[in-house]
Nanobody
Framework: VQLQASGGGLVQPGGSLRLACTPS????????MGWYRQAPGQQRELVAI???????RYADSAKGRFTISRDNAKSTMYLQMNSLKPEDTAVYYC????????????????WGLGTQVTVSS
């Protein structure tokens, strides 16, 4: 049971990236999901979360620049990042607080492998 973040890369300041978080094939339902990031030497921090009804919540650093969304049919989550700044450079991780697999089991606090976002000229 895992998540996979993708879509990172190298982008110039002011540029955009769209991250995706996809579940392993045996996950069919997820409650709240979120994006977190960790810069070198820093603690992991929240970027944005999205509830099952698609209600979003953003960290102050993401407000007005990032948009979180999800597709419940695919249990997939996205993060559209615009007006990127060098301080957005980090490894971005996705999280699911609660998920159900096709065998009927409930899983808590699922993390995926991160994707590197580098904002530099």
């Amino acid at each position: 049971v895992q998540l996979q973040a993708s879509g990172g890369g190298l982008v110039q300041p002011g540029g955009s990236l769209r991250l995706a978080c996809t579940p392993s094939r045996n996950i069919f339902s997820i409650n709240a999901m979120g994006w977190y990031r960790q810069a070198p030497g820093q603690q992991r921090e929240l970027v944005a979360i999205i509830l099952r009804d698609s209600t979003p919540r953003y960290a102050d650093s993401a407000k007005g620049r990032f948009t979180i969304s999800r597709d419940n049919a695919k249990s997939t989550m996205y993060l559209q990042m615009n007006s990127l700044k060098p301080e957005d450079t980090a490894v971005y991780y996705c999280n699911a607080d609660e998920a159900w697999t096709r065998d009927g089991h409930r899983h808590l606090d699922i993390w995926g492998l991160g994707t590197q976002v580098t904002v530099s000229s």
